[in-house]
């Protein structure tokens, strides 16, 4: 079975439904995640995606904050989620095709603006989180899974407009990157995108803050896919929509992409 799947943090489903359903109509991707979601289950508009083909979706809710979601074309079925470091957050969901291929969509924590977790609480739970994700693979190794989301981590010194400047800016701190390096080595997963596109800069966010994202191109990739060690090779077309962070009233986040042939 053949299938492409996007992940995106949308910052807001229900705000940014449009821009939801115009990738569905330009891209058509069989498997779309988001995150940030920032709505309940409930007021997901489910019956638009619906009508465009996306008529599945497994979701972990709430109001205001987090959130992640599955939306898919084929049938998917709810396989479960987990709370990392206990926050009570809807940060994770499970689903399964199927094939038997399970489908991780995460939200990392950011971890707030101090990579300190003695004055910063915010940094100490995304290191729990990160920790958690580690031993749980570890203990439960995954086996034909793909892991999706917004990681809030750019691992890789081209995986940031300037790394040497960077290297102390949460996302891209050594502490972060070698906790995440952890998470991918307990679970034997590989990333997809990197290994279809394996050298340069590579970017799926952009801040706000910069009067002209496109020019200033202050980018990170902090939004990933992995998949685990017995499928990764199936895996191709990776790619990054940059132009979505041009649509109007945009996400910070553009969607990545990759397919697989399983």
């Keep these: 079975m053949a299938f492409t799947l996007a992940t995106w943090n949308i910052n807001s489903v229900r705000l ?35 009508a465009l083909g996306y008529g599945h979706m497994v979701a972990r809710g709430q109001k205001g904050y987090n959130g992640v979601a599955i939306l898919s074309k084929l049938p998917i079925t709810d396989v479960g989620d987990r709370d990392f470091a206990g926050l009570g957050h809807a940060r994770h969901v499970a689903a399964k095709l199927d094939n038997g291929v399970t489908i991780h969509n995460f939200y ?39 892991l999706v989301g917004d990681l809030n981590i750019a691992p890789r010194e081209d995986d940031v ?44 966010w952009w801040s706000y803050r910069a009067r002209d994202w496109s020019a ?30 041009g649509w109007e009233q945009p996400s910070d986040h553009a969607p990545v992409f990759a397919s697989f042939d399983l």
């Design 16 to 50: 940014r439904a449009g821009l939801v359903a115009r990738l569905m109509g330009e891209e058509a991707p069989d498997v779309i995640c988001l995150q940030e979601c920032k709505s309940p289950v409930d007021q997901i508009p489910l019956a638009d995606f619906a």
């Design 108 to 146: 990392v924590p950011a971890g707030g603006d101090k990579p300190d977790r003695e004055i910063n609480e915010k940094f100490g739970q995304k290191l729990d989180y990160l920790s958690e994700m580690r031993d749980w693979f570890h203990s439960e190794r995954p086996e034909k899974a793909i």
């Design 161 to 204: 407009w300037d790394h040497k400047k960077l290297l102390k800016i949460v996302s891209h701190t050594p502490v972060e990157v070698d906790a995440l390096n952890a998470v991918m080595e307990a679970g034997q997963w590989v990333d997809v995108t990197r290994q279809d596109v394996p050298e340069g800069k590579l970017y799926s």
């Design 216 to 245: 200033a191109d202050k980018g990170r990739r902090l939004d990933h896919v992995w998949a685990t060690s017995d499928i990764a090779a199936a895996g191709h077309g990776s790619r990054v929509l940059r132009d979505a962070r």
